[in-house]
């Protein structure tokens, strides 16, 4: 062991800890990129543990430990779906364009770009667990139910901001507006727009922005 001054230890210490800790987020973005790619192409069912532990260079106990098996990782990949594409989560910008945008119709095309940037990420991999849970998996199943709840509670969030903001047509309730929200964000309009007839994502986020703002502003 290396000396200490004062009785602290040496900083190579730290510094090695350090380095050990980047060294296991790598490993942890090598896990969720392979088991995506693995899991989208391949499905739900014939996707192992075996093969991720593969690709990404890491051993299936390092999987097991920091994920707790497939149920573990394709939430985790859903999860991290919805973050957005880069930068701050999109979760907190959309926050952010509700609290400070002054024009409904620009706060209604803001909400489309973000389904554009979303949508890509995050619909294939619900559509994932929901064929999955329809093939009779119970662990999809049950994480199938966890994250159209979660999703039906954000759009309830995103309703009660937009209602605080004055901005929208007289007469709606709290819940009629997350409902739009919901139905706007559902990955199956996805699958039947872009992945069935060949939309791009921008078409789509656009053609939501139309709909959120034909359903809830109030007529020019």
Known sequence: MGPTVNGAPPRSRSYDARRRQEAAEEARKRVLASSRALFLA???GRTTIAAIARAAGVSKEFIYKGFGGKPGLVRAIFEQSLLGAGGPPA???????KATTTDPRELMEQFGRFIAEISPLGSPVYLLIRDAAASGDQDMLG????????R????LHNARQVLVR????????VDEVADVFFMCTSPELYETLVLKRGWSAERFGTFMARTLAANLLPDR
């Open 42 to 44: 391949q499905g739900y």
């Open 91 to 97: 979760e907190e910008r959309s926050d952010r364009a």
């Open 143 to 150: 994480l199938l139910r966890d994250v159209d709840d979660e």
């Open 152 to 155: 039906y509670q954000r759009m």
């Open 166 to 173: 004055g901005f929208l047509r007289p007469g709606l309730t």
